[in-house]
């Protein structure tokens, strides 16, 4: 979809810089689907690779994979700014540790929402995740 949005093929860290230059994107995040993410912010930009599971389905491995985003990113800027009165100076706040962490977590759930299937359903509980990751790891 990044290559439709920019008309820029095969170099997803081009098209990446184009869309955060012309729209002031603070933090952008790729979905790679099998192949895992990328992120790219002020400080950072990085590769994280998936995880290898057994699939049953991929339905939900999109949902997951944002629903650990999100949360990651909330943490993160919850635990540096009680306050959280600016998102986009959160955002850029974020460096390339947090970054990589969040999204080597959010990419867990990604993979582990494929596991089983539907959708909602097939999300891990946070129990299932902590110890798919104790493994991985």
Known sequence: EINLITGIENNIELAAEKLCSEF???????????????FMNKNAKAYIP?????VVETTGAGDGLVAGLVGG?????????????DMKSALESLG??????ILAKANAIGALATTR???????????ELECFLARVR
């Open 50 to 54: 998936s995880f290898v599971v057994d």
């Open 73 to 85: 990113i909330y943490d993160a800027i919850s635990a540096k700014d009680s306050q959280m009165k």
């Open 117 to 127: 299937p539907g959708a909602m359903s097939a999300l891990p509980t946070i129990k």
């Open 24 to 38: 002031d994107i603070k933090l952008l995040v790729v979905s790679l689907g099998g192949k895992g993410s990328f």
């Open 96 to 101: 390339e540790d947090d970054l990589k962490r």
